[in-house]
């Protein structure tokens, strides 16, 4: 038996009551996820619910970004409002983009949401920014047939299954896209932020159908990209192409700010192109040149998505540029 929510209006803001009804398929799917709770003021930690902005609950309506504390703890990402004692959990900075579908979701929007995608629940994603000893950084292309994201450049990454630390979905997730594997000697990690992620994106592209926490991580190569390139075989189901980037190359990407009416301009040295390997889809690998434009372009407000580096990546690539110019240690995450 379960619990199935009602939205009501409180303080301009959907809440909601809750009936009791019986189990459905779909939510004993939800209870095989790995998902988000809250704790806030040291209060007991409860599951969060699909359209609650987790940013906008510590942060409030307006503010973007806010430090939280979370810890993986029985197959829940629990994020809190304060450092707790418990050396378990992390400090860090949790952010969203200023045009997140729920921060600017009606009540009327919200209940036009199906049951199945209200009771989701908010997913936990990993992601990881492999930096090879030359301090280049592995971004992937999603492949063109995917539901969420086609076409976008991230760093590989997915889901957190059951049991699973944050780590071991981060070097699975690595070697399941790319093929490559790295064991404990070659690498040392660090966590550098969490992003809320929703899909689409904005509420111009449709009422949200995903909403996700996204982890990054950052895993410290003891090898050269030209190494970790000789090893890469990617999945081409998933991925259709693979790119280093180095820190000029990511200056310029993360000046280019999506939702803003007026975004950064590219250095003008720049190169006007950037070597990538395409993957084909019978998992055969090519060389070409792709336009550096391509990376600087950013989300257009409304139609169809273009192919450009993802709002949540370019957020973590300036964490990596700020990681290193504070060196930060590299020890590694335990969750």
């Known amino acids: 038996m379960g619990f199935e929510p009602r939205i009501t209006l409180v303080d301009s803001r959907p809440e909601y009551i809750y009936e009791f009804k019986p189990l459905i398929p779909e939510m004993m799917e939800k209870v095989r996820r790995v998902l988000v709770y809250l704790s806030k003021e040291n209060s007991l930690p409860r599951c969060v619910e699909f359209v609650q902005s987790i940013t906008g609950?510590?942060?409030?309506?307006?503010?973007?970004?806010?430090?939280?504390?979370?810890?993986?703890?029985d197959n829940k990402f629990i994020v809190s409002d304060r450092e707790a004692e418990d050396i378990r959990k992390t400090l860090v900075l949790l952010r969203r983009p200023s045009f997140c579908p729920f921060k600017h979701l009606s009540v009327?929007?919200?209940?036009?949401?199906?049951?199945?995608?209200?009771?989701?629940?908010?997913?936990?994603?990993?992601?990881?920014?492999?930096?090879?000893?030359?301090?280049?950084?592995?971004?992937?292309?999603?492949?063109?047939?995917?539901?969420?994201?086609?076409n976008v450049w991230v760093p590989?990454?997915?889901?957190?299954?059951?049991?699973?630390?944050?780590?071991?979905?981060?070097?699975?997730?690595?070697?399941?896209?790319?093929?490559?594997?790295?064991?404990?000697?070659?690498?040392?990690?660090?966590?550098l932020g969490l992003w809320e992620s929703v899909f689409p994106p904005m509420l111009s592209r449709g009422l949200p159908r995903r909403h996700h926490i996204v982890t990054y991580l950052l895993l410290q190569s003891t090898q050269t990209?030209?190494?970790?390139?000789?090893?890469?075989?990617?999945?081409?189901?998933?991925?259709?192409?693979?790119?280093?980037?180095?820190?000029?190359?990511?200056?310029?990407?993360v000046s280019t700010v999506d939702g803003a009416e007026h975004s950064g301009k590219a250095p003008a040295n720049l190169p006007q192109t950037v070597r990538v390997t395409e993957v084909c889809s019978d998992g055969a690998l090519l060389t070409s040149e792709l336009p550096v434009s391509v990376l600087l372009n950013t989300a257009p407000p409304e139609g169809p998505d273009v192919e450009r580096v993802s709002t949540g990546?370019?957020?973590?690539?300036?964490?990596?540029?700020?990681?290193?110019?504070?060196?930060?240690?590299?020890?590694s995450t335990q969750q």
């Open 108 to 150: 009327s929007e919200a209940s036009m949401l199906p049951l199945d995608i209200l009771d989701r629940g908010v997913d936990v994603g990993v992601a990881v920014l492999l930096q090879s000893a030359n301090q280049k950084v592995l971004l992937t292309r999603r492949a063109s047939s995917l539901a969420i994201f086609p």
């Open 225 to 253: 990209h030209l190494q970790l390139q000789d090893r890469l075989c990617p999945e081409p189901r998933e991925v259709s192409g693979c790119v280093w980037v180095d820190p000029s190359l990511v200056r310029a990407i």
């Open 156 to 191: 590989p990454g997915g889901h957190l299954e059951l049991d699973e630390k944050l780590l071991d979905a981060g070097l699975r997730e690595l070697q399941e896209e790319t093929g490559i594997s790295l064991k404990p000697e070659e690498f040392s990690s660090h966590m």
């Open 313 to 331: 990546t370019k957020y973590a690539l300036e964490l990596w540029l700020k990681a290193m110019e504070s060196g930060p240690d590299s020890t």
């Open 57 to 73: 609950h510590f942060a409030g309506c307006h503010d973007d970004r806010v430090m939280v504390s979370c810890v993986l703890e």
